[in-house]
C-alpha cells in the first residue's frame, strides 16, 4: 500500500514538473512572440515616419515646381490674314489682295511676382527684306515693376497709352477685318516709343499714366503716320510727354483721356520749321449684356508754318461703334468714321467710312469676320473685306 501512494505520489510529481516545464516554455514562446510583434511595429512606425517625410518633401517639390512655372518664361502670340475687294469708283480701279497681314509672338518672363519683363515680335505682310512688302518689328520689350499696390512702372519699348486698339489690338477682341481708320490715321495706331512710364492706381477704377519716351519724327509732309519712328536709331532731340487718366469703377464702362505733348514733331530736322505738337484723345465704351458701344475722338494740333501751309495743323477724326453679341459665338457690329489729316485746309478733305459686318468666334480665341465697307466724301470707293485671326 505504501509503495503505490509513493508510485502515485512520484507520477504527481513527475506530471506537474512537466506542465510546469510545458507553461514555461509557452511563456517564453509568447514573449518571443511579442517582441517580434513589436519589432514588426517598430519598423512598421519607422517606413510610416519615412513615408511621411517623403510625402513633405514631394509636396515641398510640387510647391516648389509650381512656384517656378508662375515665374517662368511665358509664349504667346496672334495673327490675321486678310482678303480686300474694294473699288476706287473715282478711277475705276479694283483692289483685291490676300495677305497675312500680321504674325505676332509673345514672349515674357517673370522674375518675381513683382517684376517682369515682356516682348512683342511681329513679321508683317508674311515676307520682308529688299523690295519686299512686309516688315520685321520689335513692338514691345520693357521690364515692369510693382513698387507695391499702387504704383507700376515700366521702362523699355513700350505702347503709348492711347486709344482703344493702340494697347489691345488682337483679332479677337475687337469688330472688322482691318483696324478703324480713325485709331490708324489720327492717333496713329499701333504706335510704340522708347522711354519710360509709371501707372498709379488712385483709387478702385481710377488709374493715372505718365510716360517720357521717344516721339514722332515727321517731314514736310506732316503726316502723322508717317513719322513713326518705331525706335530704329530714333532721332530723339525732342521727347514726347505722356498722360492718361482712366475711369473703370462703373461695371460695363470704361472712360480715358490722353494728353501728349512734343516740343518739335520734326525733331528740329535741317530744312523744316520747328512744330510743336499737342495730341488730345478720349473715348468710351459700355457695355450692357450683349450690347456695346464705343467711341472715341482724337485730334493733333501743330503748331508751325508749314504745318499751316499744307492745311495740316489740324488733323482730327471720331467714331462710333455699335454692336451686339449674340452668343460666345456670333456678333453684329456698325462703325461709323469721320477723319480728315488735313483739317486745317480751306478744302473738303474730310474721309467718312462706314463698315457693317459680322464676326464669329469658333473658340473664344478664334475668330472669323466679314464686312461691308463704303468711303465716301474726299474719297469714294466700296467693297468687302473677309479675315481670320487669332491669339493664344
Known amino acids: 500500500m505504501m509503495m503505490k501512494k509513493t508510485l502515485l505520489a512520484t507520477a504527481l510529481v513527475s506530471m506537474f514538473a512537466t506542465q510546469g516545464a510545458y507553461a514555461a516554455d509557452e511563456t517564453a514562446e509568447l514573449r518571443k512572440i511579442i517582441e517580434q510583434q513589436q519589432k514588426v511595429l517598430q519598423d512598421l512606425e519607422k517606413r510610416l515616419d519615412e513615408t511621411e517625410m517623403r510625402v513633405e518633401k514631394t509636396a515641398d517639390v510640387v ?13 504667346g502670340g496672334y495673327g490675321e490674314l486678310h482678303y480686300n475687294n474694294i ?45 519686299k512688302p512686309g516688315e520685321v518689328e520689335l ?6 515693376h510693382d513698387f507695391n499696390d499702387m504704383f507700376t512702372g515700366k521702362a523699355g519699348l513700350f505702347l503709348v497709352p492711347v486709344g482703344i486698339i493702340n494697347e489691345t489690338h488682337e483679332p479677337p477682341t475687337f469688330y472688322g477685318v482691318e483696324r478703324n ?10 504706335w510704340w516709343e522708347a522711354g519710360a512710364a509709371l501707372n498709379l492706381k488712385a483709387a478702385p477704377g481710377l488709374a493715372f499714366d505718365g510716360a517720357i519716351t521717344s516721339g514722332l519724327k515727321v517731314d514736310e509732309t506732316y503726316s502723322i503716320r508717317g513719322g513713326r519712328q518705331k525706335v530704329a536709331k530714333a532721332d530723339a532731340s525732342d521727347l514726347a510727354y505722356t498722360a492718361r487718366v482712366k475711369y473703370t469703377a462703373v461695371p460695363g ?18 530744312g523744316v520749321d520747328t512744330a510743336s505738337a499737342t495730341l488730345l484723345s478720349a473715348h468710351a465704351i459700355y457695355s450692357i449684356q450683349g450690347f456695346t458701344v464705343k467711341a472715341l475722338y482724337a485730334q493733333w ?33 456698325a ?58
Open 87 to 131: 473699288t476706287d469708283n473715282k478711277s475705276g480701279k479694283d483692289k483685291k489682295a490676300i495677305d497675312f497681314h500680321r504674325f505676332v509672338l509673345f514672349f515674357g518672363h517673370e522674375f518675381t511676382e513683382s517684376t517682369r519683363f515682356f516682348s512683342e515680335l511681329e513679321v508683317e505682310h508674311a515676307l520682308s527684306g529688299d523690295d
Open 335 to 392: 462703325r461709323y468714321n469721320e477723319y480728315d489729316n488735313n483739317a486745317g485746309s480751306s478744302d473738303d478733305t474730310k474721309i467718312e467710312q462706314t463698315n457693317v459686318g459680322i464676326n464669329y468666334w469658333l473658340h473664344e480665341n478664334v475668330v472669323f469676320k466679314a464686312d461691308y465697307e463704303k468711303v465716301g466724301g474726299a474719297k469714294d470707293a466700296d467693297g468687302f473685306n473677309l479675315g481670320v485671326g487669332y491669339q493664344f
Open 181 to 190: 481708320p480713325v485709331e490708324k490715321n489720327i492717333i496713329p495706331a499701333t
Open 253 to 270: 464702362l470704361e472712360l480715358a483721356a490722353t494728353a501728349q505733348y512734343q516740343a518739335d514733331l520734326t525733331q528740329s530736322a535741317g
Open 139 to 144: 513692338e514691345q520689350a520693357y521690364i515692369e
Open 301 to 333: 494740333d501743330i503748331d508751325g508754318k508749314e504745318a499751316e501751309a499744307l492745311g495740316r495743323d489740324e488733323q482730327n477724326g471720331w467714331y462710333i461703334e455699335p454692336s451686339y453679341k449674340f452668343n460666345d459665338s456670333f456678333g453684329l457690329f
Open 63 to 75: 510647391e516648389e515646381s509650381a512656384s517656378e512655372s508662375k515665374s517662368a518664361t511665358t509664349i
